[in-house]
């Protein structure tokens, strides 16, 4: 089987509470959103018009909430009826849900973990395949975060390969949940991406969690990407290639300019391996300490796209400007102290030199 992706480059999940302060944005910064059709579906007046302006503009894919694809009850074939709609309506290029269950004769409002069984693999995966053949297109299910495995028969990644295998469908590969899942529940992150599916990604998910203590995170997107799970966005790049990556952020929404740097870090990332593709020597340098440092500090203040300054960016003049005095500041101070290593280098060191010369010869050579 050979998949396209079914959209390009780094997203960012569209909320109502987004909808003004993102109004400017292009699709060169974003380049595709998602959307929960649950929130969406029948809205219209002022929300049913901003999404139809981001439809048009965007290219979309969906995000379900209350599927329930592990549920004891039947399919809510209404809801479904309804996303079929939808994606028709707002030309979505991709329907994801949770490998998880959420209702049972009523909504828990919450993801509650299948059981990793045989029973729970035919039972899910049969359901896939009806909704699937429904729609009449491949869905995706993301792997979810939990935080407790009852009555488990295996692994949560030879539970979530069987799934996809038994109902062929795709996956939404969400690495932050990996990440929380690894440190709650003892495993090394890296293999459980290694034992993946590349072939079946649709696209990814990357989000900030909540760190309630060192051995238990909490998946909240109510916070910024932390390094270890950039890193292993990193290698999920290298191994797979870069495919879609968008950020969810549901909670503590920071101002526009903020979610932007993280969408700009995803096209960072995915750049560096764009370069590899086309054989950029200089994308395979590991930058410095003080490289990394000083284009954090730029990106975050000055919120321009990752790769570049664009004087045209609309962010610079919502730049405060005690802030952009703040950057150029920094940067005057690092080039004077490149000048002063540079006169070091220039004059004293031959001056040192032509003192040391003598002792040097008569020490030269062996003895
Ligand atoms: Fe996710």
């Not at 969406?40 to 139809?52: D, P, T």
């Not at 690092?334 to 290593?341: L, N, T």
Request: aromatic fraction near 10%.
């Amino acid at each position: 089987m050979v998949y396209q992706y079914p959209v390009q480059g780094a997203g960012l999940g569209l909320r109502r509470s987004l909808c003004g302060p993102l109004s400017s944005v292009s699709p060169e910064q974003v380049q595709f959103m998602e959307v929960a059709p649950e929130n969406w579906i029948n809205v219209g007046g002022r929300y049913g018009a901003a999404l139809r302006s981001y439809t048009e503009k965007f290219p979309f894919v969906m995000h379900g909430l209350s599927l329930s694809i592990g549920s004891p009850s039947g399919l809510d074939w209404d809801l479904l009826r309804s996303i079929k709609t939808f994606i028709a309506e707002h030309s979505i290029r991709c329907y994801s849900e949770h490998l998880s269950y959420c209702s049972d004769s009523g909504h828990l409002y919450d993801l509650m973990p299948i059981p990793f069984t045989e029973e729970a693999i035919d039972y899910v995966a049969e359901r896939i395949i009806q909704i699937q053949d429904f729609l009449g297109q491949r869905i995706a299910m993301e792997n979810v975060s939990y935080y407790a495995a009852p009555q488990q028969e295996m692994s949560e990644i030879e539970f979530l390969n069987a799934v996809l295998n038994k109902a062929d469908c795709n996956l939404l590969l969400d690495v932050n949940n990996i990440f929380v899942n690894s440190i709650n529940h003892r495993y090394d992150p890296y293999d459980f991406l290694k034992a993946l599916p590349g072939e079946r990604i649709a696209y990814g998910h990357i989000a900030g969690h909540f760190e309630e203590a060192e051995d238990l995170r909490v998946d909240t997107h109510g916070a910024d990407v932390i390094d270890p799970v950039w890193q292993l966005l990193d290698a999920a790049y290298a191994q797979f290639g870069v495919f879609p990556t968008l950020l969810e952020r549901d909670f503590n929404i920071p101002p526009v300019d903020e979610l932007l740097m993280e969408v700009d870090q995803i096209r960072g990332y995915q750049r560096k391996y764009d370069k590899i593709e086309q054989g950029d020597p200089q994308s395979l340098r590991k930058p410095t300490q003080l490289e990394k440092v000083l284009e954090k500090n730029f990106r975050l203040r000055l919120s321009l796209p990752f790769n570049g300054l664009s004087l045209s960016s609309p962010h610079i003049s919502e730049t405060p400007k005690p802030i952009r005095r703040l950057k150029v500041s920094k940067i005057a101070v690092w080039k004077s102290i490149e000048a002063y290593f540079l006169i070091i280098s220039k004059l004293l060191l031959p001056m040192a030199s032509q003192s040391l010369s003598p002792s040097l010869t008569q020490n030269d050579g062996p003895q």
